[in-house]
């Protein structure tokens, strides 16, 4: 018994300066390394042999008593054990370090699969989304419709946004009127136009119609054509056209303006230096400022223009000596000398040149005397001639 027990206590002695020997060895080679921290799959954890210290102070004193052959093959079956045990503790330690690195590889081998597995799902993600569902005829037709419909109302939102800002600018009160100018007028005056346009300074520059503005104007018979023009920011030009009394008609104690195209211009006291038609056609009802003689009374105003375009060429303007003429007869068109003391009986505007041509000769023979001259006759058979007044 009591060498049993020393056997005993000497492998366990042995056993624990080993594994002391093994964890200074381990801990030099690789201070980061732990043993007892390390979990190896498969393999039971060894626990350390608890040492207590009186046992070793008894199989110390033993030993001193044990011949030195019982030491040597003590010695031998403990070098064989040792090294066997170094030899499985030494194979523990690898298989732990490479288990280890076993599971850090398929740790790393498990974190790229499941990197390549996520872009895998957001590839697989982004087709599906990219990839659009196939519909059917009546659902794609409807779909353009909508799309036409947002197009639409995308455009019309943005015209209205467009002219509402345009709108606002321009009612602004920078284009209030300022100033407003009239040209070419003679007879009408800058202020009466500017009343008839109805215009007003601040008034807005685009709040109303030029032509508005134009049919105001020329509600008065002597304005023949208006121009408006905007002159930005707050300046507006009036450029008028007007009527030129050429002849009257006589109405009553009165006497109507006409111009050359039969427009009754005014109708008044005042007697202007101009020819009178007497015998016109147009009812004393129509004679009003603005309007227009009749058709028939237009026809013989035409030929009066030829009268007196005839009678203006040459050396004697005997436009200018014309006072009066009568329109009552178109066949038969009487002038009136009244400086000359003198009555025309024309006969129709045929053949003017060559009645002008007689009318400057008579004049010429017959100055002195009061009389009629007639070229009412037919000038290839007969000659004109002069009766003087008794």
Sequence with gaps: MPRVAKDKARRTKKKANKIEQENVNTNTKDDKFSFDEEIVIGLK?????????????????KTKVNSKKEKNNNRNKSNAKNNKKIEDDSDIIIKSKYMRGY?????????????KSYKKSNN??????????????????SRR?????????????????????????????????????????????????ISLS???????????????????????????????????????EIKVEERTATYMLTLGNAYVYINNQGYILEITSKKLEVPVLIGYNTPAEEIIEGSRLNETDLE????????????????????ELITQIDISDK????LDLSSEKKKIYLGDVSDLST????????????????????????????????????
């Design 300 to 319: 013989k105003l035409n030929d009066v223009l030829k009268i007196m375009e005839a009678t203006s060429s040459g050396d004697n303007n005997l436009s």
């Design 331 to 334: 066949n038969n068109y009487i």
């Design 145 to 193: 419709k909508r799309k036409k419909i947002l197009k639409v109302i995308k455009i019309l939102t943005l015209f209205a946004i467009i002219i509402g800002g345009i709108v606002y600018t321009l009612l602004s009160p920078i284009f209030n009127i300022k100033n407003i100018e009239v040209y070419g007028n003679s007879k009408i005056s800058s202020d009466t136009i």
């Design 103 to 115: 599971e850090e590889e398929e740790e790393e081998i498990n974190h790229k699969s499941t990197k």
């Design 45 to 61: 954890r060894i626990d350390e042999p608890k040492i207590v210290d009186k046992k070793i102070k008894k199989s110390k004193k």
């Design 355 to 390: 009645k002008v041509l007689w009318i400057n000769k008579i004049l010429k023979d017959e100055e002195k005397n009061e009389g009629t001259i007639y070229l009412n006759v037919n000038l290839n058979v007969e000659e004109p001639y002069f009766r003087e007044k008794v």
């Design 124 to 141: 697989v993600r982004k087709k599906v989304k990219k990839e659009p569902k196939k519909l059917t005829k009546q659902q794609e037709i």
């Design 198 to 236: 109805g215009l007003n300074i601040e008034q807005n520059i685009f709040s109303f119609w030029t032509s508005d503005i134009k049919d105001a104007i020329k509600q008065n018979a002597y304005i023949d054509n208006v121009e408006i023009s905007r002159k930005l920011p707050d300046s507006i």
